[in-house]
């Protein structure tokens, strides 16, 4: 019979060839003469588990699947989700926020392949299909996660200048590229990252003001990428798991549930 393209590859097509359109082809689903959704796929399968937690009533949460994360609602007792995002060649951290936004990072920094015994970048230019030189990390926090995954990579291929247009362009975005001499952020960058400013300050006294005024009935969950880390969110003390091995009592459990916010 008739092929019939599954609605969630559907839907995922065309948002990347939205993007191709919108990077002039920087960010690309075409690869060696066939497809690749390496660069946008994780960003859209984290959107989707987000609509159904949202449908099944829960508010709070936070999903980390490496380099993007997604982050709904608030922490119970907190005013935003914290995300840290290591230098790719330096010791110091920078720590921004999320509310109802996703981050991703695209970099060089942690995966690279091996060419004729030379070192190269993972992440391919597809208009030349050479790797991508001079940038060592993008990264981007937009209202979805796919948004925050494509334009990560089409920023960090386009490079520092044309990849800072790109991001200024877009409604919702705020992007920081880190390139081999010097760093680049866009305007509103400033107001997620933590740190002293006013701004900062007064929009998170802002929040919590609204949620002691404005009472509502949340769900809170965290969602952990395996069980093995949401066993060690829970005993970051043990050295290791083995998980077909624990067994919980009924007031491990209700400690367990009290951990996550149940």
Request: a negative charge; charged letters at 20%; aromatic letters at 8%.
């Amino acid at each position: 019979g008739d092929f019939v393209i599954p609605n969630d590859l559907r839907r995922v097509f065309e948002e990347a060839f939205q993007y191709e359109k919108m990077s002039n082809g920087a960010f690309s689903p075409k690869a060696a003469g066939g497809f690749d959704l390496g660069a946008i796929g994780k960003g859209y399968a984290i959107d989707r588990a987000v609509e159904k937690l949202k449908g099944c009533g829960v508010t709070r949460f936070i999903i980390s699947c490496g380099s993007t994360i997604y982050g709904s609602g608030t922490p119970i007792g907190k005013a935003f989700w914290p995300v840290t995002l290591r230098h790719p060649s330096e010791e110091k951290q920078e720590a921004v926020v999320l509310m109802d936004q996703a981050i991703s990072t695209s970099g060089n920094y942690e995966r690279s392949m091996m060419q004729n015994g030379v070192r190269t970048d993972h992440i391919i230019d597809p208009r030349s299909g050479l790797p991508v030189e001079g940038i060592a990390s993008c990264s981007v926090i937009a209202k979805t996660a796919t948004a925050s995954d494509a334009l990560s990579t089409a920023a960090f291929v386009l490079g520092e200048s044309a990849g800072m247009a790109l991001l200024e362009g877009r409604e919702d975005v705020e992007g920081m590229i880190i390139g081999r001499n010097a760093t680049s952020k866009t305007t509103g960058w400033c107001k997620s990252e933590i740190g002293p400013s006013r701004r900062s300050f007064l929009a998170m006294a802002a929040m919590l003001l609204i949620g002691l005024l404005l009472p509502f009935k949340a769900v809170g969950a965290v969602v952990y990428q395996t069980k093995e880390e949401g066993m060690r969110a829970l005993w970051p003390t043990a050295d290791r798991f083995d998980l077909n091995e624990i067994h919980l009592d009924d007031n491990q459990l209700q400690k367990t549930q009290a951990l996550l916010g149940e």
